[in-house]
T-cell receptor
Framework: GAVVSQHPSWVICKSGTSVKIECRSLDFQATTMFWYRQFPKQSLMLMATSNEGSKATYEQGVEKDKFLINHASLTLSTLTVTSAHPEDSSFYIC?????????????FGSGTRLTVV | RKEVEQDPGPFNVPEGATVAFNCTYSNSASQSFFWYRQDCRKEPKLLMSVYSSGNEDGRFTAQLNRASQYISLLIRDSKLSDSATYLC?????????FGPGTSLSVIP
């Protein structure tokens, strides 16, 4: 089946540093990827939509200069959390449309648990 | 009003019970609909797509009512392994919106 590989699975970083999260579609081309954030006991909140070769579209309230998204190829999108602070600690997850063609659903990466100390 | 709303739960049911989850969405332009399940600290997994004609996959039945902007999921003969959070997901202009989820615990 289709796979979206997300790395790293978890990361602990110091406040003020930047963290890059990668998502790769392994056996299909993902022209669009979605980035979500999930706080404990809450649902996934869409942060931005990443389109290959163009600028990402950010949801209201999400700082584009803080959460840098790059989608340079059809199989790779990255999210960089710049100058991370403890309140950025969360579960970040990407998804891409396709790969579950029969059900027309979305394939998710395994998520990245970010802890900023 | 939130774009996608679900029963707040949690639902605690005995094994073998039938349980139904409800979901409503606010944007009539919504194009496609899904149910996902999410286990604790894991990524969501697609359970099934939802169609107006209704669709069934084993013990799971999903239904869409576009006029009422309402989606349902019925689980029959609940198993312990069904314990998870069930997420109603709506696709609008290629943007994917998740409901807040309903937690299900199936008790032996």
């Amino acid at each position: 089946g289709a796979v979206v590989s997300q790395h790293p699975s978890w990361v602990i970083c110091k406040s003020g540093t930047s963290v890059k999260i990668e998502c790769r579609s392994l056996d299909f081309q993902a022209t669009t990827m979605f980035w979500y954030r999930q706080f404990p006991k809450q649902s996934l909140m869409l942060m931005a939509t990443s389109n290959e070769g163009s600028k990402a579209t950010y949801e209201q309230g999400v700082e584009k200069d803080k959460f840098l998204i790059n989608h340079a190829s059809l199989t790779l999108s990255t999210l960089t959390v710049t100058s991370a602070h403890p309140e950025d600690s969360s579960f970040y997850i990407c998804s891409a449309r396709g790969g579950v063609s029969r059900q027309n659903g979305y394939t998710f990466g395994s998520g990245t648990r970010l802890t900023v100390v | 009003r939130k774009e996608v709303e679900q029963d707040p739960g949690p639902f605690n049911v005995p094994e073998g019970a039938t349980v139904a989850f409800n979901c409503t969405y606010s944007n009539s332009a919504s194009q496609s609909f899904f149910w996902y399940r999410q286990d604790c600290r894991k990524e969501p997994k697609l359970l099934m797509s939802v169609y107006s004609s209704g669709n069934e996959d084993g013990r799971f039945t999903a239904q869409l009512n576009r006029a009422s902007q309402y989606i349902s999921l019925l689980i029959r003969d609940s198993k312990l392994s069904d314990s998870a959070t069930y997420l109603c997901v709506v696709n609008i202009y290629d943007k994917v919106i998740f409901g807040p989820g309903t937690s299900l615990s199936v008790i032996p």
